[in-house]
T-cell receptor, first 114, second 114 residues
């Protein structure tokens, strides 16, 4: 099955700096890679995603890059703000049709210091 | 994004009793819903995939007789924890798939078994 590795497990940055979180996956058939932000005690929220036919996607201060050859993808947050502090999860699809599911990385606790 | 609700948000039950958790997609129809379990400071662990009108598909190691899943309509899936024990205490989160890829999460249910 799919295996998703995520690094780092914790990341502390100063407000205004950039943050980068990296993930690798094992299933070469994976074609969808979402990123979720989860605040303490809250639901995971989809913040950005990328499909395998695209190498990069940007939404304001957030961007995701995908390297299918190397099977890794990254989340980039620029101009970080204290409200960006949360746990971020990457995920990758496996299976298709009724067998479709997401496999999650172990998460990165991002702390943005004012 | 799409809205998914979950009820109840918190429940405390006695050991040996059963608890039902509801997951609803409020503004879209979801043929597929997912049930996850999340331990403190850990990632999301997929328990089962719930497809409308058919039997759920359980992940390896998840007891189907203990975690009963019913997906009777395109907007509702239920998870029943039967004969609950303290080790079943956890944060249970559902998600609903909209379109071919995107999953949107419910707010979660904190189950405490005493």
């Amino acid at each position: 099955g799919e295996n998703v590795e995520q690094h780092p497990s914790t990341l502390s940055v100063q407000e205004g700096d950039s943050a980068v979180i990296k993930c690798t996956y094992s299933d070469s058939a994976s074609n969808y890679f979402p990123w979720y932000k989860q605040e303490l005690g809250k639901r995971p929220q989809l913040i950005i995603d990328i499909r395998s036919n695209v190498g990069e996607k940007k939404d304001q201060r957030i961007a995701v890059t995908l390297n299918k050859t190397a099977k890794h993808f990254s989340l980039h947050i620029t101009e970080t703000q204290p409200e960006d502090s949360a746990v971020y999860f990457c995920a990758a699809t496996s299976g298709g049709g009724s067998n479709y599911k997401l496999t999650f990385g172990k998460g990165t606790l991002l702390t943005v210091n004012p | 994004g799409a809205v998914v609700s979950q009820h109840p948000s918190r429940v405390i039950c006695k050991s040996g009793t059963s608890v039902k958790i509801e997951c609803r997609s409020l503004d879209f129809q979801a043929t597929t819903m997912f049930w996850y379990r999340q331990f403190p400071k850990k990632s999301l662990m997929l328990m089962a995939t719930s497809n409308e009108g058919s039997k759920a598909t359980y992940e390896q190691g998840v007891e189907k007789d203990k975690f009963l899943i019913n997906h009777a309509s395109l907007t509702l899936s239920t998870l029943t924890v039967t004969s609950a024990h303290p080790e079943d205490s956890s944060f249970y989160i559902c998600s609903a798939k909209q379109g071919p890829y995107e999953q949107y999460f419910g707010p979660g249910t904190r189950l405490t078994v005493t």
